[in-house]
């Protein structure tokens, strides 16, 4: 199976635990560590302190808020929202299994909340990124949408549920959710991360299935599915060229990452092709050679995505994650694989200009 396709189908089957934490235990630590607020202050107030300091980037100093609203002996008020404001920052610090169990405590202690609805959408994303996308599904259908929700939650939810269920498995049903949702908000500003997000899970679609055709049997036949491949391939690289218009730099750096992938899995696949019937073992070899040679463009083409991704992440200042994954694919390109390996002497592609913007795609 194609590695495309078998992480997709390990991620789809994932399933997670939701580990049983204590949220009070959790933070009871971090009491006393920022100063005392006055007895007057309401739990409201401390809340909204605690989330201006997560967005400052205060993590710890928002969870030695949110401890004193945890840890009182009269349930609070406040006591929802500030769990809510505790998942978030476990989640900012990549605590992915700590705060999937703070959101899963808020929706069952309070299902009733007006924030448990959100905490069972940030629950779902923590299910996410854990590859548990069919516990990512259940978690979003929780939300309760009889009440009405307003444009932009509405399609915030849907493109949401449709990445989840493209990825559990379910593709028609979520592409048809994507679909709808993206044309929907094509003419507008909002959700753009979850848009971008949402061309990059159809790209995927298309380069997993680009990555099903195998090439075996006849000379023609081999040549009908190298070009349905390389339209498929095609169909992949319009849907990042229309995440890269949205300007989310985690999704850009994605999309350039597939295509790389895509591209060396199929100078891959082609120099494992069946050679032309009649050849002599002479003539085979000299077939090989030649096919070596001529897919050199394959490498130079997944080559060039990698790097421009290194540089544009350096140009952002990004250190997120793919960044790791595209120079890691990047140096593993040998030279002799490139049409024209890059000139030694040339300035890393992290230094690249600033007014290079263009992307290869």
């Given at each position: 199976?194609?590695?495309?396709?078998?992480?997709?189908?390990?991620?789809?089957?994932?399933?997670?635990?939701?580990?049983?934490?204590?949220?009070?235990?959790?933070?009871?630590?971090?009491?006393?560590?920022?100063?005392?607020?006055?007895?007057?202050?309401?739990?409201?107030?401390?809340?909204?302190?605690a989330a201006a300091r997560r967005l400052r980037g205060d993590l710890e100093g928002a969870r030695g808020v949110l401890a004193f609203v945890l840890a009182r002996e009269t349930p609070s008020p406040a006591e929802a929202e500030a769990l809510y404001q505790l998942g978030?920052?476990?989640?900012?610090?990549?605590?992915?299994?700590?705060?999937?169990?703070?959101?899963?405590r808020l929706v069952r202690t309070f299902p009733d909340a007006p924030v448990s609805q959100d905490g069972w959408f940030r629950r779902?994303?923590?299910?996410?990124?854990?590859?548990?996308?069919?516990?990512?599904?259940?978690?979003?259908?929780?939300?309760?949408?009889?009440?009405?929700?307003?444009?932009?939650?509405?399609?915030?939810?849907?493109?949401?549920?449709?990445?989840?269920?493209?990825?559990?498995?379910?593709?028609?049903?979520?592409?048809?959710?994507?679909?709808?949702?993206?044309?929907?908000?094509?003419?507008?500003?909002?959700?753009?991360?979850?848009?971008?997000?949402?061309?990059?899970?159809?790209?995927?679609?298309?380069?997993?299935?680009?990555?099903?055709?195998?090439?075996?049997?006849?000379?023609?036949?081999?040549?009908?599915?190298?070009?349905?491949?390389?339209?498929?391939?095609?169909?992949?690289?319009?849907?990042?060229?229309?995440?890269?218009?949205?300007?989310?730099?985690?999704?850009?750096?994605?999309?350039?990452?597939?295509?790389?992938?895509?591209?060396?899995?199929?100078?891959?696949?082609?120099?494992?092709?069946?050679?032309?019937?009649?050849?002599?073992?002479?003539?085979?070899?000299?077939?090989?050679?030649?096919?070596?040679?001529?897919?050199?463009?394959?490498?130079?083409?997944?080559?060039?995505?990698?790097?421009?991704?290194?540089?544009?992440?350096?140009?952002?200042?990004?250190?997120?994650?793919?960044?790791?994954?595209?120079?890691?694919?990047?140096?593993?390109?040998?030279?002799?694989?490139?049409?024209?390996?890059?000139?030694?002497?040339?300035?890393?592609?992290?230094?690249?200009?600033?007014?290079?913007?263009?992307?290869?795609?």
């Open positions: 199976m194609p590695p495309l396709l078998l992480l997709a189908a390990l991620l789809a089957c994932a399933h997670v635990r939701v580990p049983d934490v204590d949220p009070v235990r959790l933070v009871a630590p971090l009491l006393g560590s920022v100063p005392a607020y006055p007895a007057h202050v309401p739990d409201a107030a401390l809340v909204e302190d978030l920052c476990y989640e900012a610090e990549e605590e992915t299994e700590v705060a999937l169990a703070v959101y899963d779902a994303l923590c299910l996410e990124s854990l590859g548990a996308h069919r516990q990512a599904v259940r978690s979003l259908e929780r939300i309760r949408t009889s009440q009405g929700l307003d444009r932009h939650d509405r399609y915030t939810l849907d493109l949401q549920r449709g990445i989840s269920l493209v990825r559990s498995g379910r593709r028609n049903k979520g592409l048809r959710l994507l679909d709808d949702a993206l044309a929907a908000t094509s003419d507008t500003e909002e959700v753009t991360y979850l848009r971008a997000k949402a061309y990059l899970t159809r790209a995927r679609v298309w380069a997993e299935a680009a990555a099903r055709i195998r090439f075996t049997g006849p000379d023609r036949r081999q040549a009908r599915r190298l070009e349905e491949r390389a339209t498929y391939l095609r169909h992949a690289e319009a849907e990042v060229t229309a995440a890269t218009a949205l300007k989310e730099p985690e999704w850009i750096l994605e999309g350039l990452l597939l295509l790389g992938r895509a591209y060396e899995d199929l100078r891959s696949d082609l120099l494992q092709a069946s050679p032309p019937r009649g050849f002599s073992e002479e003539g085979v070899a000299r077939w090989q050679a030649e096919l070596e040679t001529r897919t050199r463009i394959l490498g130079t083409k997944a080559w060039r995505h990698y790097d421009e991704g290194v540089a544009l992440a350096g140009r952002l200042g990004w250190v997120g994650r793919p960044l790791a994954e595209l120079r890691a694919a990047r140096a593993a390109i040998r030279l002799e694989a490139l049409v024209k390996p890059p000139a030694s002497d040339a300035p890393p592609a992290e230094h690249a200009s600033e007014s290079d913007q263009s992307l290869p795609l």
